[in-house]
């Protein structure tokens, strides 16, 4: 299946949602996600494949492309279908030569250099962030703004997901200022219903 990046970028977490994976596939599904990430950060690898699992089975029933958070070999047992790499994780170079050449690879920066540093890896995309302050993450590197986001789009030719604090109400801004894609988590859920705030995101960026 092609990669086509989309608006709105869901990600999941078991603690903001008190959902598994799988449910929170499902439900993001519904109300319109074609591409999610999965991230989780507490459980043992053990944990976090056996949850994986279970959320590419029902990925593929329902036609979602699923992407792992930093757990190149999770990715590689599960067969997802890429993987969404941090600047402490695996190199993109590397996991590209276990991954090939049809998965996908996501990359994470959180500055103009980093993000032009990142154009030549063989990467999808390229996200940056902290966009605006974050609650998802226990180290979260400094806030960027709307700006990098500008400064890194005409300069860069990869696609670009913002991420960190992002809101129903600032996505919009988020967009207009250059970013391909807006990837969201407690506002997608936190709310109680996933789907319908999955349906109110993809009705607001198209």
Known sequence: MPFTLPKIYPITDTLISGRSHAEQVEMLAAGGASVVQLREKRASPREFYDAARE????????????????????????????????????????????????????????????????????????????????????????????EVITAIKTRVSKPLVAIGGITFQSASSVIDAGADSVAVISDLLSTGDISERMRQFVELLG
């Open 55 to 146: 959320a590419m089975l029902i990925a593929r029933d329902l036609g979602v492309q699923l992407i792992i958070n930093d757990r190149v070999d999770i990715a590689i047992a599960v067969k997802a279908d890429g993987v969404h790499l941090g600047q402490d994780d695996l190199p993109p170079d590397r996991a590209r030569s276990l991954l090939g050449d049809t998965r996908i690879i996501g990359f994470s920066t959180h500055s103009l250099n980093q993000a032009l540093a990142a154009e030549s890896a063989p990467v999808d995309y390229l996200a940056i962030g902290p966009i605006y302050q974050t609650s998802t993450k226990e180290r979260a590197d400094p806030v960027v703004g709307l």
